[in-house]
């Protein structure tokens, strides 16, 4: 029999937001006994960290040790995710792993790291962050100059202006806004130059902050909230390309912070072909964003027949049910009969919504050979699969309700030599 609590636990897979929303919620109140389920909805995306902070706020210390043992994973989305909920529980012991995991290898991993350090208003994280504007990664370099803009401290407004000659664009722009609210005329100097920087989007932000030392924040808030999104888009652009071929070392740029820009860059990349091209999309399908899943799925449809062989490869090995839903959305699209037989061993997935999109993809074939595999989630204890598979039977021309031995063989008889002709 299935207790509360378990159902919570369901209701963290529920294709419902706000189902899900009110069970984090719900679960906050189980304190200790939900962090393993917190943390595993977490790690599969089917909650977000947003979701589940001010929970893992609320339970408070017992939650760092899991948290801790997340963070020095070996995925370092992981430790990505834990690196923020660890902030968000924001105490000393929290602190302090966090400040070891600055120097992880990982430059991802620095960087969220150096950005979750902000949220600590805590001297013990300016040291470690003044170091890391010295990181050989911008992104790392940017993060820990908007963390530093916390603080009030004449050596780290004198770090942070230093910092406005960094090479780098982003990180010229993190500078500003962390210096837009220090004090001192050399500052509204430094601002003004900044005004005059050969990139547009220094330009503008730097105009941005000086605007809001005046008391007109509107523009500077607009820009801390949402960022230049085409600037940043040109940077994350470049980050994928390389003598004008994508370059698969440099996925981080499609894990971008910034949902649209994560969208933009696979409709960019939707334009572009090649075998290098499915590798690089493929987190997309499991990204925490619906709207950037579909980006990935209508990036990776536009390859193709080319890109079927690769997709049925890489399909067995992903564990994320959102990727394997979304591959057979794409194998759907594509309507190829090589995917026949991989989407049919979908149909008994352990995930829902992948049988769903299975049952979907093979209606697109019409194939009579799916008809008897699809036939049996009729029988199917979850109510959606039973409804779904009903339909894409009868769009395939087969009605359940005349269901006998007999005439299934006559009408696939007629079915296949239909398809001859």
């Avoid at 995925?75 to 966090?98: P, T, W």
């Avoid at 900044?194 to 809001?212: C, F, G, W």
């Amino acid at each position: 029999m299935t207790t509360g609590f378990e159902a919570l636990i369901q209701n963290l897979e529920s294709d419902d937001s706000k189902v899900r929303k009110e069970a984090v919620l719900a679960l906050g109140y189980d304190g200790v006994k939900a962090i393993p389920a917190l943390i595993q909805a977490v790690r599969d995306n089917t909650v977000s960290v947003d979701a589940v902070s001010e929970v893992f706020k609320q339970i408070g210390n017992p939650s760092i040790d899991p948290l801790t043992d997340m963070l020095h994973s070996d995925n370092n989305e992981y430790q990505r995710k834990a690196a923020n909920l660890l902030a968000a529980v924001g105490d000393s012991r929290a602190l302090v792993q966090l400040i070891i995991t600055l120097d992880d290898e990982d430059p991802l991993v620095r960087a969220e790291v150096a950005g979750a350090l902000g949220k600590f208003k805590d001297i013990r994280v300016m040291g470690p962050l003044l170091k890391a504007l010295q990181d050989d990664v911008s992104e790392v370099r940017a993060n820990a100059a908007l963390s530093l803009g916390s603080f009030q401290d004449e050596k780290i407004t004198d770090a942070l202006l230093m910092t406005l000659d960094d090479p780098e664009s982003l990180v010229r722009r993190s500078a500003i806004r962390a210096l837009a609210s220090k004090t001192g005329d050399y500052v509204e100097v430094a601002l003004n130059q900044a005004t005059r920087d050969p990139d547009e989007s220094v330009r503008q932000t730097a105009a941005a902050a000086l605007q809001h030392r005046k008391g007109d924040s509107v523009a500077f808030n607009r820009l801390n909230l949402e960022g230049d999104i085409s600037a940043e888009l040109n940077d994350a652009i470049e980050k994928v390309m390389s003598d004008g071929k994508i370059d698969t070392t440099d996925m981080e740029a499609l894990r971008h912070s910034n949902p649209r820009v994560r969208s933009e860059l696979l409709t960019y990349l939707a334009e572009k072909s090649g075998p290098q091209m499915v590798k690089l999309v493929l987190p997309g399908l499991n990204d925490i964003n619906p709207a950037v899943r579909t980006k990935a799925v209508q990036a990776l449809s536009k390859l193709g027949p080319k890109g079927v062989d690769q997709l049925i490869e890489l399909l067995p090995q992903q564990t994320s049910p959102f990727t394997r839903a979304g591959i057979a959305e794409v194998l759907g699209n594509i309507k190829d009969e090589r995917a026949l037989v991989p989407l049919m061993k979908l149909l008994v997935d352990k995930d829902n919504r992948v049988i769903i999109s299975a049952v979907t993809a093979l209606s697109e074939l019409n194939n009579s050979d799916a008809i008897d595999p699809m036939a049996q989630l009729l029988k199917h204890p979850d109510e959606t699969v039973r409804a779904q598979a009903s339909e894409a039977l009868q769009k395939m021309g087969y009605n359940p309700e005349n269901d006998t031995t007999a005439m299934r063989k006559l009408f696939r008889r007629f079915f296949n030599k239909d398809q001859k002709d």
